[in-house]
């Protein structure tokens, strides 16, 4: 039985990874899959990759991408979810904002530097004309630090997926002001150098069984009714966030690498372009 230890956030996008376990296909292979929720998000599994304290990581595309530029010795194998990831802008429920307009001059709440709601805020601030460099963050870790953070007014609006956050929306303690699509694929499969060097035929199996099980994930029967359960989310919104969402079992394309590489130079989020080899890994 060979170890090896996965992070992801403990979002509904991966609730395929918790099926797997739970019928024990990973372990029918050989294979002693430890999943690690991690609800810190991006910034926090680019930290856990670069310090072994996790192997592969089920991560944001623009935040792996980043880190990688910037020394994670780690490389993408697989987009995992090939739609965009829906980010939803809230503000409190009694905020005093009303216009995504109204934002511009205002403290986004990020979990940590270099998160996926760090980024999407610069994506958004460039989509709306702002200047990205007058932003300004507070870290609140998770998205009960963000529920704080706004209540509390120590920041004044908060970026994240939209449907994650919508039972927070339904008990009027935020209210969704704009979405914000992400302009990529928006999870991808990401893992530590060391691991693709002394062992690829471990993660070739990985793969083959989380992408049988995604291939098929829409029709097991009732996923909706165990979606709705794990996530404390309403049968309708989770039958709408299903027909929006489309998994994927294929390698990240080297024109939508390009892409996010462009976005993130432009944003000054990176000071320079790595090559699709440095990033990407074929299996």
């Known amino acids: 039985m060979k170890t090896i230890k996965v992070a992801g956030v403990p979002e509904h996008f991966n609730l395929p990874w918790q099926l797997c376990l739970e019928n024990g296909e990973f372990s029918a292979a050989g294979i002693d899959l430890q999943w690690t929720n991690v609800p810190e998000g991006t910034g926090k599994m680019c930290q856990m990759l670069r310090d072994c304290q996790t192997d592969v990581a089920v991560i944001l595309t623009e935040g792996i991408v980043k880190d990688i530029v910037s020394g994670n010795p780690s490389k993408i194998v697989q987009v995992y979810v090939e739609t965009p990831l829906i980010w939803g802008i809230h503000v409190a429920a009694n905020s005093e904002y009303h216009q995504l307009s109204e934002l511009e001059h205002t403290k986004a709440a990020i979990s940590r530097i270099g998160s996926g709601s760090q980024l999407m805020a610069y994506v958004n601030a460039e989509q709306q004309g702002w200047d990205s460099n007058a932003l300004r963050f507070e870290i609140v870790n998770t998205i009960d630090g963000a529920v704080s953070a706004l209540t509390l007014g120590e920041a004044d ?5 939209r449907f994650m956050t919508k039972p927070l929306v339904d008990k009027g303690i935020f209210r969704r002001i704009a979405d914000c699509p992400t302009p990529w694929p928006c999870f991808v499969i990401a893992v530590r150098n060391e691991i693709l060097a002394t062992d690829p035929n471990l993660i070739k199996k990985i793969l083959h069984i989380i992408n049988a099980k995604t291939y098929k994930f829409k029709e097991i029967q009732d996923i909706e009714l165990r979606l709705a359960n794990d996530f404390h989310q309403e049968k309708e919104d989770i039958l ?13 394309a080297q ?26 890994k074929a299996l």
């Open 240 to 252: 709408s966030w299903l027909s929006q969402t489309e998994w994927s079992q294929q390698p990240l």
């Open 255 to 280: 024109d939508m690498l390009n892409k996010v590489q462009n976005q993130l130079l432009r944003l000054s989020l990176i000071d320079k372009k790595s090559t699709f080899a440095e990033i990407v």
């Open 157 to 161: 609006y908060f970026m994240w997926e």
